[in-house]
């Protein structure tokens, strides 16, 4: 027995046996076709607890088809999940039915092989390292620690223990840890129900009950919606894609479609799957939580806008570049500059004459990018943005008055914008101007009344990337018509872009939503 165990074993009394019930879903917050349904493949894995309603026998679970009715829950926990095993089939024929199980197949597979859910230990490491300092455990040279339903008696690692949750979203885990020139994650794997201690059931039986109680969390008096919608927002974002009202917006717009529309944040990350979709109104990167949130919702099955692959392609220019490239459509004369070959930035400047315009691949907001007016501005603007990217690109400059902003949904027009320059500088967002000069002047148009061209080449750029909701940047110079980005999370603001459409705009997308809804729903019928 481990110094961590021997701990948890004084901390609870051994002489009572665990016969904590689960409480079922109070029946006046209960959803009609709600249920939860508890696998196990023997009955005596829960000899130690009271009978539920919710107890179902793994092979009972494989054998009879389900009649696809309401919402499940599944708490998967057989024995083992190795590959093609009951526990592994279990979770696969939840997935295939539409239910929501816990462990998913995603999961079981990364938990598999050190070589997958070794990704992105490093920050959980030194979080442990953080939590062990001048406590008795930091002391020993490893131990082994027992997460149920991300919970633990440990207190110091009680937010660890969250957050392996919400990497690993499984039942049981076993968590090993050793201690080399600092704290390592040495393995995680599944544990199982039935070799659980006396003391350890008292605890799972309560993290099970309390997990039961967040799955059903709708108030007795909260009305029944047909879908759940989050919306992953920061209220502390300085540039937010939706501002307050726009997010009130959305949940009266909610209320008139059937879509119970909840707002969360970046700590909600484990309660995705109590959702049907995800809407993020909040600036995506692929290296942060939002690239982490599509990734999760994508795999839990729910509806996603923005989906991750459009996040990946939006957020890299590089990308962006060649594939307009590729499908000759307008765009500013770009090359593509290597940190490996400096000699190259002079000749790149004689091609695209002076001034150019110098970006990072993934800036965002105006962010890393500088206009350059000569070779040497050139060469000290490379030297600085080689420092976040190993490639650059090099644009000409093209000055207009305004930026085109057409907003693209599901393939259509949804609204146009004129984007003017902030005051005084020569792109919308003006960082280091005063805060209410940081960005320029907004108009929204018609979508009629926008040019025909500006309008066509947007749809035809968004229709590349998907079919999601993107904001396509563009320049009119005379006779030319030129892509400048296309972003996957695009401003939808009060005030500005729905100054046309009005409630009009926020239905609209919601109705995107439910149209994928419904047709997912008709695919597992």
């Not at 997308?509 to 597992?524: N, P, S, Y």
């Amino acid at each position: 027995m481990s110094a961590v165990q021997a701990n948890m074993a004084e901390v609870l009394d051994k002489s009572e046996r665990s016969t904590i019930t689960l409480s079922e879903e109070p029946p006046s917050t209960r959803r009609a076709g709600n249920r939860l349904l508890i696998l196990v493949e023997r009955k005596e894995d829960w000899a130690s607890y009271l009978p539920s309603e919710s107890l179902m026998l793994a092979q009972d679970y494989l054998e009879h088809s389900d009649d696809g009715a309401g919402r499940t829950q599944v708490i998967n926990l057989c024995r083992n999940y190795k590959y093609l095993g009951q526990g592994y089939y279990c979770s696969l024929l939840a997935e295939a039915r539409g239910h929501k199980v816990l462990p998913s197949v995603r999961s079981i597979s990364e938990l598999s092989r050190k070589a997958l859910y070794g990704v992105g230990l490093d920050d959980l490491e030194r979080t442990l390292e953080a939590a062990l300092v001048n406590h008795p455990y930091g002391s020993t040279e490893g131990f082994t620690l027992t997460l149920y339903f991300g919970k633990t008696l440990i207190t110091p690692l009680q937010a660890l223990g969250r957050q392996l949750f919400e990497a690993f979203p499984c039942p049981i885990l076993l968590v090993e840890f050793r201690r080399g020139e600092a704290w390592q994650i040495a393995g995680i794997k599944a544990g199982a129900l039935h070799k659980l201690r006396d003391e350890q059931q008292h605890v799972f039986a309560d993290a099970l009950d309390a997990f039961n109680r967040r799955t059903w969390r709708q108030p007795a008096s909260k009305r029944i919606a047909r879908f759940d919608l989050a919306i992953l927002h920061d209220p502390a974002e300085a540039l937010p894609p939706s501002n307050t009202l726009a997010l009130e917006r959305f949940v009266e717009a909610g209320k008139a479609l059937d879509i119970d529309v909840e707002l969360i944040e970046k700590k909600d990350y484990a309660r995705l799957a109590e959702f049907d979709a995800l809407f993020i109104r909040e600036t995506t990167r692929v290296d942060d939580h939002t690239y982490r949130f599509a990734k999760k919702a994508e795999s839990e099955g729910l509806v996603v806008i923005d989906d991750p692959s459009s996040i990946l392609r939006c957020t890299n220019k590089v990308y962006l570049a060649d594939l307009l490239k590729r499908r000759s459509l307008g765009m500013p004369a770009t090359e593509i500059l290597y940190k490996d070959r400096p000699q190259e930035l002079e000749q790149v400047g004689r091609r695209l004459g002076f001034p150019l315009v110098l970006k990072i691949p993934d800036g965002c907001f105006s962010r890393g990018v500088i206009k350059v007016a000569d070779a040497q501005a050139l060469a000290n603007a490379a030297q600085e943005l080689f420092e976040h990217s190993v490639l650059l690109l090099a644009q000409e400059y093209c000055y207009t008055e305004y930026d085109w902003r057409i907003g693209v949904l599901n393939g259509e027009a949804l609204y146009a914008c004129q984007y003017f320059m902030s005051k005084g500088h020569w792109q919308i967002y003006n960082h280091k101007a005063l805060a209410d000069e940081v960005n320029g002047k907004c108009r929204a148009v018609p979508v009629d009344q926008a040019p025909p061209a500006v309008v066509k080449l947007a749809v035809d750029t968004a229709r590349l990337i998907g079919e999601g909701l993107y904001g396509v940047d563009l320049k009119q110079c005379g006779e030319r018509v030129l892509v400048i980005e296309v972003n996957d999370n695009p401003n939808l603001d009060a005030g500005i872009e729905d100054a046309v459409l009005g409630d009009e705009l926020y239905r609209r997308v919601l109705q995107a939503f439910i149209q994928r809804l419904e047709l997912k729903q008709r695919g597992q019928a």
